[in-house]
């Protein structure tokens, strides 16, 4: 039979303290504090957990525990802190607990019971909106490249649209019906918007997930959800290509390009010779320039639809070189901006191209103007330019032209772009276009294949 533990008073239990180790071990040695379990008496089993203090404290935390058997499981079922609770309220804690377990009721899994009640509660009071805001705030910190704000001010605009319709909702009660409000005003009239809507809410639902606020599928999901809702955004939105110049045309517009002294004039020229996007070129930075191999390597981070940790070099033509070597190395962009801006503006390569356009109908040309659209051409569809070029005037294979372009869209480019020679064959390329756009003189055909 146990040895009968003498109660306690109120002033010796307010004298507990942690213990300390009274034997060396593997992990511990004689002396060090530890964890003590005082017996108090009063209910079998009550006793009163003391910590070691931490940094800054006296008293380690202290809190209650009943230490007894449910079937044959030990169990240490917490009570409370102390003194939050007193002596007086532990024992008659205590004692309704084993009342309970006399009764057939484990508190221990009782206690799980109400905690998974009152997490339903809490999923239930938990609002679209809530979840919402909450996304953005972890997203809005991982963008990256060349234009995070751009990225965050997209995202944002997105979760508002969501607010108007279903920032009150309950986020375990949000339905297709739900998203459809929210799409229906915007899916034929703004596909590309609504798109990115509704895998902001699929997101947003995906986090719900993960805290175990939602179960089922998302409302959000497109297959065999909303899609027997609303037609496919591929059938009713056809993507508008940037106006382009066209090669045939290449020659004339370089000439006059070549008499404007001007670094936004630079930079479209040093655009067009490495078939790079506009803003890759706007925000160019000398460390990733190396004129002593003649690259330029941009980190993944900057590029479109590309792994941040998957750097693309763009081996650069002697007009490439040259143009670097002509500008003043002072700043952290290549080209600089006017009025101490450290990089050109988002639309001085648009504005050098519409400005050339100018130029040719002033002396009597006939522009530069892209026929499928009656616009004039803009300094992105100079990829196109270079693109129709490759394709049309040129042998060379059409993984070249593309990995040039930077598009990784296929297994082949994937693995042509870790192949050792394909720089040198993109070099070929770039030169022969280069030739092209100065001279106007085609390539020579050749009898075998590039790659």
Not at 179 to 203: D, F, H, K, N
């Amino acid at each position: 039979m146990p040895k009968k533990v003498p109660e306690m008073g109120p002033a010796q239990v307010r004298n507990l303290r942690h213990g300390v180790v009274t034997k060396d071990s593997k992990t511990r040695k004689a002396g060090d504090p530890c964890v003590a379990y005082h017996r108090v008496g009063g209910v079998d089993g009550l006793v009163l957990q003391c910590r070691p203090p931490a940094a800054g404290q006296e008293i380690g935390s202290r809190s209650w525990l009943l230490v007894t058997t449910v079937g044959l499981r030990r169990r240490e079922i917490g009570l409370g802190g102390y003194p939050d609770v007193t002596l007086g309220e532990a024992r008659e804690l205590a004692r309704q607990k084993r009342e309970d377990i006399r009764n057939g009721i484990d508190p221990v899994e009782q206690n799980q019971v109400q905690k998974a009640k009152d997490r339903e509660r809490q999923r239930k009071q938990v609002t679209f909106g809530d979840l919402a805001e909450e996304y953005y705030k972890i997203k809005e910190v991982t963008f990256r490249g060349k234009n995070p704000q751009r990225q965050r001010n997209r995202l944002r605009k997105a979760i508002d649209r969501c607010l108007v319709e279903i920032g009150d909702t309950q986020i375990g009660e949000l339905t297709v019906e739900d998203v459809l409000r929210v799409l229906r005003p915007l899916w034929t009239t703004q596909t590309p918007t609504a798109t990115r809507i509704r895998q902001t809410i699929a997101q947003i639902w995906r986090l719900a997930d993960s805290r175990k606020l939602v179960s089922g599928r998302s409302p959000a999901d497109w297959d065999n959800n909303l899609d027997g809702w609303l037609p496919p955004a591929k059938r009713i939105h056809h993507t508008k290509h940037k106006p382009a110049l066209r090669h045939q045309d290449l020659p004339g517009f370089m000439k006059l390009l070549a008499v404007r002294d001007t670094i936004p004039a630079r930079a479209l020229e040093f655009q067009i010779l490495t078939i790079a996007r506009p803003t890759e070129v706007q925000f160019a930075e000398w460390p990733e320039i190396n004129l002593e191999e003649g690259t330029w390597t941009l980190p993944g981070s900057k590029m479109k639809n590309r792994n941040p940790n998957e750097a693309h070099v763009v081996p650069l033509v002697p007009r490439a070189i040259e143009i670097l070597r002509s500008m003043p190395q002072s700043g952290r962009y290549v080209f600089p901006g006017y009025r101490g801006n450290e990089q050109i503006s988002e639309n001085a390569l648009n504005n050098t191209v519409k400005a050339i356009h100018q130029e040719s109908l002033k002396s009597g040309g006939k522009g530069f103007v892209d026929p499928r659209y009656n616009k004039v051409a803009c300094a992105h569809g100079m990829r196109s330019c270079f693109k129709n070029f490759a394709a049309s005037k040129t042998d060379y294979d059409d993984v070249v032209s593309e990995l040039s372009l930077a598009h990784l869209d296929s297994d082949e480019t994937r693995a042509a772009y870790l192949s050792d020679q394909i720089l040198d064959r993109r070099l070929m390329l770039l030169n022969a276009y280069s030739r092209y756009a100065y001279t106007g003189k085609l390539p020579r055909k050749r009898q075998s294949k590039d790659y």
